[in-house]
């Protein structure tokens, strides 16, 4: 009996859940793109410069960021650390009638474009280069995919921020 009510609080204490989601307020993430470590499986940062709901989660060779169509004109740095990443910003509620963005890297050799653009009737389009002026049917969610040309040559791997109005 002693050893049951000895062995209880450690069970308690083994079961307690750590929380996987991190939280970070820092306005660099705007500015200066976030390093991805390779044990990254799944980051969510809640807020990106003081905006709420930009959101940013790592699944394997995709970073995702979604942000909602009122936060628009904005900034994001970001960065690839390996050569098939890809750069998925997906915009929630967009209403406009036209998106406009524009890629800049830190290095201007560096292979990078919007490769393409999912629109809100599921329909894709593509492939653009580091500027896109795109007219939009309907509202919905938007999505803009950037990542490698593998019609050109180049290290993908880098800092870039994606400007969209």
Same mark, same amino acid.
């Given at each position: ?8 609080? %450690? ?39 003081? /905006?709420?709901? $930009? $959101? /940013? ?22 960065? !690839? ?11 929630? =509620?967009?209403?406009?009638? =036209?998106?406009?963005?524009? %890629? ?7 292979? %990078?474009?919007?490769? +393409? ?6 329909? !894709? ?7 896109? =002026? ?13 990542? +490698? ?17």
């Amino acid at each position: 009996m002693k050893k049951l009510i000895m062995l209880i609080p %450690i069970l308690l204490f083994s079961c307690n859940k750590t929380e996987s989601v991190k939280i970070s307020t820092s306005k660099a993430d705007t500015v200066a793109p976030n390093p991805i470590s390779e044990d990254d499986s799944a980051k969510v940062i809640g807020t990106a410069g003081g /905006r709420q709901g $930009m $959101m /940013r989660e790592v699944e394997g060779n995709k970073i995702i960021r979604t942000a909602d169509a009122q936060q628009i004109p904005f900034s994001i740095g970001e960065e !690839f650390t390996k050569e098939d990443q890809q750069f998925i910003l997906k915009i929630k =509620n967009f209403k406009g009638q =036209n998106i406009t963005g524009e %890629i800049t890297p830190e290095k201007p050799e560096m292979n %990078i474009r919007f490769n +393409q653009i999912k629109l809100p009737d599921g329909s !894709f389009d593509g492939p653009f280069g580091r500027q896109i =002026n795109y007219a939009i049917k309907g509202g919905g969610e938007l999505w803009l995919i950037i990542g +490698q040309s593998n019609m050109a040559s180049g290290d993908v791997k880098g800092n870039f921020s994606v400007e969209i109005r």
